[in-house]
């Protein structure tokens, strides 16, 4: 079985470190990538660290989803690329491509998905999927996506992920030109919701815990920020978003984001902390409010995804980071000090 070099948790409370992990030879619709870039998404750390009670880590666990790389083999029966060619794979890498969710484009839902990581593997090469902070992967052509040749690519690996997450809910919505439209957590997935509603021509407003994002909300494309501590500021805002976008990681008080919304206005969760959030029923009923939730989206909405990130020249803003110096990136991931994605520098682990 061939080998490729990893980074791996060993359990919930130990630091990343080098692995060689098992990677299957390409079957007749698999592609094999080199990885160039992995990006550093907060659910990586959510899942390296058995945070997630709904799904258990099963160690080791190499995390990394928001993955670029170049193809180097590729199977017999494989259509959409060739060797050489730029890929990106995001959070899924299987489905059993013939149910309704499947051919609804809708891979993210299908009852038989395989995620990136810590996945049942279908094809038995490890107990689970082993995601991109790794030297390479192979996965079905389906699941790799062709990324526009004029994008910097340690940027595009968290459209992979932070990208479709964000702009799903957002199309799902309809047209948001004119609209007021709110993103809450100023992080990985919420710089990319700012980048796009201002794209799709919506009045964009931050709303922050941290005040001294305020400038850089502005620089990214945001209209105004609104600090959540300020009283004030909420009050002034109450009653007048018609949608807002939800990412924070941590346990917090939805209701009064809910507050923020006029009448048949949407929240939309795609942050996701492991504790239930509490929910004022008042706060839904008056003003016939809805409450939503979304999850990264299918590999057709990934495409199309990518293609308006190539058109409107939109890419994450990262910090680039060797492997070795991933545990320090999740403690300032922790601290929201990182502006706004980390983006693994995969070159880094042939010294491993
Ligand atoms: P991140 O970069 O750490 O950003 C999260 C942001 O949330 C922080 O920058 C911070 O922004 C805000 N925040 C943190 N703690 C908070 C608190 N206690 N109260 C209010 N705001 C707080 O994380 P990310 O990579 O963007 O991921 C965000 C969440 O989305 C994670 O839970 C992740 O697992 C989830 N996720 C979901 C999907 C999906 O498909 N639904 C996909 C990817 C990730 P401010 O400093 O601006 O307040
Ligand atoms: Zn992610």
Redesign the pocket.
């Known amino acids: 079985m061939p080998t490729a070099k990893a980074y791996a948790a060993s359990s919930p409370t130990s630091a990343l470190s080098h692995l060689s992990i098992p990677r299957r030879e390409p079957t007749d619709r698999d592609v094999e990538l080199d990885i160039l870039y992995c990006g550093?998404?907060?659910?990586?750390?959510?899942q390296a660290r058995n945070e997630?009670s709904a799904m258990p880590t099963v160690y080791p666990c190499v995390p990394g989803h928001e993955i670029v790389g170049r193809i180097t083999k590729v199977g017999s029966a494989v259509k959409k690329h060739k060797v050489g060619d730029i890929v990106g794979v995001g959070?899924l890498v299987g489905s059993d491509q013939s149910c309704p969710q499947c051919a609804a484009d809708l891979e993210?839902f299908c009852p038989h998905a395989t995620f990136t990581y810590n996945s049942p593997d279908k094809h038995g090469t490890a107990p689970v999927t082993y995601g991109g902070y790794s030297s390479s992967i192979v996965v079905d052509e389906h699941f790799a996506l062709t990324v526009p040749a004029n994008l910097s690519l340690p940027g595009v690996a968290p459209l992979l992920?932070?990208g479709?997450?964000t702009y799903s809910p957002m199309r799902r919505w309809g047209d948001l030109k004119g609209k007021k439209v709110g993103v809450?957590?100023?992080?990985?997935?919420?710089?990319?919701g700012v980048k796009f509603a201002h794209a799709f021509g919506a009045h964009t407003v931050?709303?922050?815990?941290?005040p001294k994002?305020k400038d850089a909300?502005l620089a990214l494309g945001a209209d105004e920020v609104i600090i959540?501590s300020d009283a004030n500021e909420m009050q002034r805002h109450a009653f007048s978003f018609d949608f807002i976008l939800d990412?924070?990681?941590?346990?917090?008080?939805i209701n009064s984001y809910l507050n923020l919304l006029k009448i048949d206005g949407t929240l939309t969760?795609?942050?996701?902390?492991d504790k239930p959030l509490p929910v004022s029923a008042f706060g839904l009923l008056f003003g016939r409010k809805r409450l939503a939730?979304?999850?990264?989206?299918g590999i057709a909405e990934t495409q199309e995804m990518l293609e308006f990130c190539g058109t409107h020249n939109i890419t994450s803003d990262v910090e680039i980071i060797p492997i070795q110096k991933i545990n320090e990136a999740y403690d300032r991931?922790?601290k929201?000090d990182?502006k706004?994605?980390f983006s693994i520098d995969m070159a880094s682990l042939k010294s491993e």
């Open positions: 550093v998404c907060h659910s990586d750390l959510h997630w959070c993210q992920c932070a479709i997450t809450v957590g100023l992080g990985g997935l919420g710089h990319m931050v709303i922050s815990t941290s994002k909300a959540s990412t924070v990681s941590a346990d917090h008080d969760l795609v942050g996701a902390p939730g979304s999850l990264i989206g991931l922790l929201s990182v706004y994605r």
